[in-house]
T-cell receptor, first 112, second 113 residues
Framework: DADVTQTPRNRITKTGKRIMLECSQT?????MYWYRQDPGLGLQLIYY???????NKGEISDGYSVSRQAQAKFSLSLESAIPNQTALYFC???????????FGPGTRLLVL | KQEVTQIPAALSVPEGENLVLNCSFT??????LQWFRQDPGKGLTSLLL?????REQTSGRLNASLDKSSGRSTLYIAASQPGDSATYLC????????????FGAGTQVVVTP
């Protein structure tokens, strides 16, 4: 079984809808991250969390919110989806600040 | 702000040739430099992590070097195979970045049989 899982893998939604992307990990890591990837661009950090009580904004947090329900679960919400949020979304985990980051398979989101 | 650049954006080589992938970064104050592989429709797989105190790291046919003074890292893949076809991304972890990675846009590699 994969160490970092994301659901759903693909999602089509309409402008103005609220959606949630979920991430779960079995690696036992404290640190979790949400990134988005646009074609031809690198990954940009949306939010990151060092533990259940510590959540921080990344480079592009506007229009997004997150919830760390447990050490193993980190959810990303789009409160009111807009077309320029169409992208590939990745969740990642790491052990410690300097550790390797482990990525989920990604969620492909299309906002119409 | 740390900026990470990967040139070229795409590369095609015949099977058996050695691959050289370049990554440059603007701020030398980093914890580490990480190389990832991304296959279409899949997530990123970590290949190598070089700590700021290291000059290189090796794993099988892969070797990554780090030169902080010039702001460069190079990933070498020896004797390329068609299975090496993928997009390769590098990412720098800034010293005061608390684990946040700054990614390059990646180099798309095609190894032709």
């Amino acid at each position: 079984d994969a160490d970092v899982t994301q659901t759903p893998r693909n999602r089509i939604t309409k402008t103005g809808k609220r959606i949630m992307l979920e991430c779960s990990q079995t690696k036992g890591h404290d640190r979790m991250y949400w990134y988005r990837q646009d074609p031809g661009l690198g990954l940009q950090l949306i939010y990151y969390s060092f533990d259940v009580k510590d959540i921080n904004k990344g480079e592009i947090s506007d229009g997004y919110s997150v919830s760390r329900q447990a050490q193993a679960k980190f959810s990303l919400s789009l409160e009111s989806a807009i077309p320029n949020q169409t992208a590939l979304y990745f969740c990642a985990t790491s052990e410690g600040t300097e550790g390797t980051q482990y990525f989920g398979p990604g969620t492909r989101l299309l906002v119409l | 702000k740390q900026e990470v650049t990967q040139i070229p954006a795409a590369l095609s080589v015949p099977e058996g040739e050695n691959l050289v992938l370049n990554c440059s970064f603007t701020d030398s104050a980093i914890y580490n430099l990480q190389w990832f592989r991304q296959d279409p429709g899949k997530g990123l797989t970590s290949l190598l992590l070089i700590q700021s105190s290291q000059r290189e790291q090796t794993s099988g046919r892969l070797n990554a070097s780090l030169d902080k003074s010039s702001g460069r890292s190079t990933l070498y893949i020896a004797a390329s195979q068609p299975g090496d076809s993928a997009t390769y991304l590098c990412a720098a972890a800034p010293l005061r970045g608390w684990g946040k990675l700054q990614f390059g846009a990646g180099t798309q590699v095609v190894v032709t049989p």
